[in-house]
């Protein structure tokens, strides 16, 4: 069986497209893995991850898709992955390993493809501000416990020809694994049971909106809130049943994708939250987000209009 390649060092560059006040910063830290990161941003950004020893190229790559996630949480989008380089090896020609790099490049998975018309630009903190490692040791942690929901979510934030009223389903039906992660690590929500008789989909929903999305859900709050959830659960279930067992109003696209990114950035506050970052890092940015898509088009204005109705 032929042997997995194996190297030292590993090179990614970025193309820095995310619209944030510091363009210029830099960070080192080193994992609990004896591999040392080292992350560099200005006109492109830069991680290269080193290790005191030669390590299987898919495990220098699953450190790097780590980092990668936990950056998307503080920027909003995946930046636009330029290059990658494997280096530092003593059983690997230079030619397999760009090779293996070019593979790599080829196979990269959908959701790393950020749609950026509406993700770009929702910035929330400078990852050197908060990025130690053990943030990243509970980064590791949460990641392995959120499995597949984390997937559904970069998913639904994705480059594709995916509806967006499918996109929003899917992330507003997260709500119940993210109760599960909360309760997971604090003492919350002790009454909820998500796929259990007596917690619904809008419980969940309200509860994570009262707790961690006040400031994004203030509007919905103060007008018509109960309401509100209902009409998320309804755009839920009218993707996951038949037109016969839908009632009441629902998203229309435009909707959709307002709400899509509003579940986003609550979803994010969650993890941040979680990861133990003070709200004091990101609550001006996170303000100016949320303001600038309530105004979006008069979207929100005419739907909480319509909702009271």
């Given amino acids: 069986m032929e042997q997995p390649m194996r190297c030292k060092t590993l090179t990614a560059i970025y193309r820095n497209e995310v619209k944030s006040p510091r363009t ?21 950004r830069t991680i290269i991850i080193n290790s005191t020893s030669e390590q299987s190229v898919n495990d220098l790559i699953a450190v790097l898709t780590k980092i990668e996630r936990l950056l998307m949480l503080f920027d909003g989008c995946f930046m636009s992955l330029l290059s990658i380089e494997f ?22 998975l959908a959701y790393f493809h950020s749609n950026k018309i509406l993700f ?16 990243y040791e509970k980064w590791e942690s949460i990641l392995e416990d959120l499995d597949v929901a984390h997937q559904v979510y970069l998913y639904s934030l994705c480059d594709t020809n995916q509806p967006v009223d499918l996109r929003c389903a899917f992330l507003i039906e997260l709500a119940e694994p993210v109760v599960e992660i909360v309760k997971a690590n604090c003492p919350l929500f002790e009454s909820l049971n998500p ?30 809130f109960e309401t509100f959830l209902k009409s998320l659960v309804n755009s ?5 049943h038949i037109k ?12 959709s994708i307002l709400y899509s990114i509003k579940i986003s950035f609550l979803y994010r506050i969650v993890l941040l939250n979680l990861l133990g970052i003070s ?24 739907f909480l209009y319509r909702l009271q109705k």
């Fill in 195 to 224: 796929g259990k008789q007596g917690t619904s989909l809008r419980d969940c929903l309200r509860a994570l909106i009262t707790t961690y999305g006040s400031d994004i859900f203030e509007n919905e709050i103060n007008s018509c």
């Fill in 120 to 135: 770009s630009s929702n910035y929330l903190l400078d990852f050197s501000k908060a990025l130690t490692p053990a943030l």
């Fill in 244 to 255: 016969r067992n839908c009632h009441g109003s629902y998203l229309n696209r435009p909707e």
């Fill in 24 to 44: 210029s910063c830099e960070l080192d830290f080193s994992t609990h893995e004896s591999i040392s990161i080292h992350i560099m941003q200005s006109t492109e």
């Fill in 87 to 108: 280096q530092d090896s003593t059983g690997c020609v230079p030619h397999h390993l760009k090779v293996y790099a070019e593979h790599f490049m080829r196979n990269r």
């Fill in 236 to 240: 839920r279930v009218r993707i996951m």
């Fill in 279 to 302: 709200p004091s890092l990101y609550h001006e940015n996170l303000i100016s987000n949320i303001q600038r898509w309530n105004s979006w088009n008069d979207i929100m204005d005419n």
